[in-house]
């Protein structure tokens, strides 16, 4: 074999290998809503951008940040093996805006992961929750859930990919309970179990209403603040209540649990000891929305 062949050929190999390479690698698209609440809470460009920091650390990841709510161009979904929503939910919740339910159920079929943090798992009642139901397992329904500030004390978790190194801890948060899951719990794995304190369960912020009254009396009871589906698409779902408050973030096992949920919905292994990456104070305080 001449020099000059053998010279093509192995441009030709690592041309090949480069290619497969980049193939390999798993898009996951980071979306953060628009500014919302005070300063220190709800910093979804902060939060997402520290998610993005960690997660590029991953030779098999390529993380795609989008910012200011649903993308403007929709072609960021192309090739997404999941995709991660941290924003304002409810009524105006992007996701449910202007037939937009319909491009997601798109994703959906094609076996895309779906995660939504914290205020990104309320919808209203009806279609979108239906949808949400299906996607990712339950979602926050105004009226029958509630959102109030407590301590969290999450003393164990269940054998999953996503708990992989993941150690108990106590934070204080807005974490949503009651959550409206699917009939039977039918394939939703609970990741987060905490049984808030007879104080929190007399409604201190929003509470159930009407004939749902009766779950406040319901003292003692473990609530489920974090779960994951298999959907019988192929893909994964995972909500989060919490992330209200930004520094909730610089917890370390708060922090791997996440990024761990994350990588799981991508259809990614998760490490032995749990997805890896130290984020320090200086860190936490970046990209945090200017708010008075």
């Not at 779906?114 to 209203?124: M, T």
């Amino acid at each position: 074999m001449s020099s000059p062949f053998r010279a093509l050929l192995l441009m030709g190999l690592v041309l090949v290998t480069a290619s497969a390479q980049a193939v390999e690698k798993a898009k996951i698209v980071l979306i953060a809503g628009n500014p919302s609440h005070g300063p220190g809470d709800h910093e979804f460009n902060a939060g997402i951008l520290l998610l993005e920091t960690c997660l590029k650390e991953l030779p098999n990841v390529n993380p795609v940040v989008v910012k200011g709510g649903w993308p403007k161009d929709e072609s960021v979904f192309d090739g997404a093996a999941s995709v991660v929503f941290f924003m304002d939910g409810g009524g105006g919740h992007p996701m449910i805006q202007n037939g937009r339910l319909k491009t997601m159920q798109a994703l959906m079929d094609k076996g895309v992961g779906l995660a939504c943090l914290h205020y990104a798992v309320e919808v209203p009642k009806g279609e979108p929750g239906d949808k949400f139901r299906d996607w990712i397992g339950g979602y926050y329904e105004t009226g029958y859930s509630t959102n109030p500030h407590w301590t969290a004390e999450i003393k164990g978790f269940p054998k999953h990919p996503i708990t992989r190194g993941v150690k108990p801890f106590a934070v204080r948060d807005e974490w949503y309970f009651n959550m409206r899951f699917r009939p039977e719990m039918k394939g939703v794995t609970p990741i987060i179990v905490a049984a808030p304190d007879d104080k929190t369960r007399e409604g201190v912020s929003a509470s159930p209403r009407g004939p749902y009254k009766h779950i406040l009396a319901d003292k003692g009871r473990d609530e489920i603040l974090a779960w994951a589906v298999e959907r019988p698409d192929g893909g994964r779902g995972f909500g989060f209540t919490g992330a209200h408050a930004h520094k909730n973030w610089g917890d370390p096992n708060f922090r791997k649990l996440v990024l761990n949920a994350i990588l799981w919905s991508a259809k990614l292994d998760v490490p032995d000891k749990g997805m890896e990456c130290d984020v320090s104070e200086e860190e936490l305080k970046k990209n945090l929305d200017p708010k008075k």
